[in-house]
């Protein structure tokens, strides 16, 4: 679902970049994919650590995005992935990073709150690429049994 987003999104944020930000095409575009990897990594991260209440509540559009730890977490990794990955300067990192990942996160959460999203449905958007011990884990931590209920769900 985050590749989908992504790839509705990507020439908002390709221009963005280029034109505010004085990126050169590649840079844009190799900024957009460690945008996807950020995130990623940020929500499997949170869902490895049993933190599905505040993913849900993220993706169910509870929260409003620019106050939400978890968005704010990964603004901060995005930037310091464009600093180290790309050689950006702090400014057009932070500059980059608070633009492009609240936009990329109320496109995502637009259309999961949309889905009626409840924990079974959000472990299995994000728990793709996570190994079977992962899952498993994940799983023992969803609330009120339902880890138990949704069985082979994870095999």
Do not use: H, R, W
């Amino acid at each position: 679902m985050i590749e989908d987003i992504l790839s509705q999104v990507k020439g908002d944020l390709l221009k963005d970049a280029i034109s505010k930000y004085g990126l050169t095409e590649t840079k844009a575009e190799q900024s957009v994919d460690v945008a996807k990897d950020t995130i990623t990594e940020g929500f499997q991260n949170e869902l490895k650590a049993g933190n599905i209440s505040g993913l849900l509540s993220l993706f169910q559009g509870k929260t409003e995005i620019l106050k939400n730890p978890i968005v704010l977490g990964l603004i901060n990794q995005y930037a310091g992935k464009l600093i180290s990955q790309l050689g950006l300067s702090t400014q057009a990192a932070e500059g980059i990073s608070k633009f492009a990942i609240p936009f990329i996160v109320n496109q995502l959460t637009n259309k999961t709150a949309q889905e009626n999203m409840d924990e079974g449905s959000l472990v299995e958007m994000l728990g793709k690429g996570l190994g079977d011990d992962i899952l498993n884990q994940v799983k023992g931590n969803l609330p009120g049994g339902l880890g138990d209920a949704l069985g082979g769900f994870f095999k």
